[in-house]
Nanobody, 127 residues
Framework: QVQPIESGGGLVQAGGSLRLSCVAS????????MAWFRQAAGKEREFVAT????????FYVDSVKGRFTISRDNAKNTVYLQMNSLKSEDTAVYYC????????????????????WGQGTQVTVSS
């Protein structure tokens, strides 16, 4: 199984940028769609972005469109989330999730669609 490990979180001022990384060991990373979710304190886990195995398809939640970019490097077994123009409402624990196929499922916004999960990395945006 592909086991993801996130990094890159931290404290940043509103308007700043962060890049999250998720290294996925084991399994066949290059054959799996990947996703980022986030969970703010007291709230449900929320879909953020997803990318297909070949990087040919990406989807984003409306609130991050134009600010966040998901990408992947299959040679490095890594998926990234570049976050620009951060807002206080982006504060959350960000999780990397591994898909069960190359393509992005039609239910990609449902966290139950995804297989393995990382432990998460905290992103705090101060206003």
């Amino acid at each position: 199984q592909v086991q993801p490990i996130e990094s890159g979180g931290g404290l940043v001022q509103a308007g700043g940028s962060l890049r999250l990384s998720c290294v996925a060991s084991g399994g066949t990373f290059s054959s799996k769609a990947m996703a980022w979710f986030r969970q703010a304190a007291g709230k449900e886990r929320e879909f953020v972005a997803t990318i297909s195995a070949s990087s040919s398809s990406t989807f984003y939640v409306d609130s991050v469109k134009g600010r966040f970019t998901i990408s992947r490097d299959n040679a490095k077994n890594t998926v990234y989330l570049q976050m620009n123009s951060l807002k206080s409402e982006d504060t959350a624990v960000y999780y990397c999730a591994v898909g069960v196929a190359r393509y992005i499922s039609s239910t990609y916004q449902d966290y139950r669609t995804w297989g393995q999960w990382g432990q998460g990395t905290q992103v705090t945006v101060s206003s």
